[in-house]
């Protein structure tokens, strides 16, 4: 039983490390899309809003009234007895309006929870990218400090240096100690977002490869005020004027109906009466005005809000869109990773081979690292505006085009 035990849980652990051996970031990306703990958690508070609507459907429970008296009349024992049952009638459409307000809230909320699970992922998919980005950048940062520490370690084994030698020297250990800091930032980085990941991914170890790809041609558009951020915007209107609304419908009193019983025993004698019972708040000393001109007011401000953002929203897609084309373009420009590692390969062949002076072997490590930090930092301007881009207008062929 226990050899049982123990294939199975063999099995299992190897089935979770094959379903954590992502390939490359477009297998990442589909896992991460269909399935992922932000995503399970914006499930359950989407469905949360749905509570909203049905506490706004109840209605009030009747009220039940009993009273008891007793007393004395000339000698005579008197009792009395009163029940009531009063069935509350909300006047002023208050459940038609509390239904409304409560449905406008649960859009909202909707739509909030749903832009925050789409942040969070596409935050999560530009960090896979920029770990494996950080892991090509850190092994060439660790190639350069070992070549350093090479040339470091031949240079302090001679008995004498001439004057280019001694300032080579002071120079590599300045590079070397200055690669180790920025490889120590590199690593720090990698390990953090790393985490990230593996958080999203739900592996305690994910597998990164970096993968050169086409990102998408976009074109121009305006934007849209039915999806997206913009669609927020308004729905915030849409919910202050339903809860103006909902203030105006408390205006009315509610009238509590229903029958009334009563019992009166004098002595000997007993007495039952019926009858029919009307309760209401008059409206003397107010009518919600308080209430109203608040509602009325944030309404105001709201549609001033709203207005102000979707034009800043409108002004943002424009730059964004200008970055997304600028960087495209820089992007698709520059040497690919496989050409500069070509041309790295044949220099450092040269470097082994002494042909080359120490000085051109350390600009041309710096220049090989600083090309690539440069070239991903171009691509993650990309990453980033796309991402923004989505998020403002909500189109979904933008991320269904990424990493495709």
Known sequence: MKLVLLILAAAFVSQAQDSCNYKNIREYKKKLLSSNPVLEQVKLQKELTNSFIERAKQRPNPAVEFEYTKGDDFGLDVQNYDLKLLHVIELGDKREARIESSLARADLESKQYGLFGARKALENLVNYQRVAQLKVLIEAMEEAVDAFRSIVKKLASR????????????????????????????????????????????????????????????????????????????????????????EKSLAYSDLLVGPIVGYESRGADQFVSAGIGVTFNAPFLNTNEGGKLEASRN?????????????????????????????????????????????????????????????????????????????????????????????ITGKESLIDELFN
Not at 219 to 229: I, K, N, P, V
């Open 299 to 391: 309404l105001m401000a709201q549609r001033k809000v709203a207005r102000n953002n979707i034009s800043l929203l409108k002004i943002k897609l424009r730059k964004l869109l200008k970055i997304y084309h600028q960087s495209l373009k820089t992007y698709q420009e520059m040497p690919s990773l496989s050409q500069i590692t070509t041309f790295h390969t044949e220099a450092e062949s040269l470097f082994r081979r002494g042909v080359v002076s120490i000085p051109m072997t350390i600009e041309s490590h710096r220049q090989y690292v600083d090309y690539m930090d440069s070239r991903f930092e171009t691509e993650n301007d990309i990453l980033k505006a796309i991402k923004e881009i989505y998020l």
């Open 159 to 246: 008995k004498r240096l001439n004057p280019e030698e001694k300032v080579s020297l002071s120079t590599l250990k300045l590079a070397l100690n200055d690669y180790k800091a920025r490889l120590n930032d590199l690593k720090n980085e990698k390990d953090l977002l790393a985490g990230e990941v593996a958080f999203m991914s739900e592996c305690e170890k994910p597998n990164f490869r970096y993968i050169s790809t086409n990102y998408p041609k976009i074109g121009a558009f305006e934007l849209s005020e039915a999806q997206g951020m913009a669609a927020i915007e308004k729905e915030k209107v849409e919910v202050a004027k339903k809860e103006l609304n909902r």
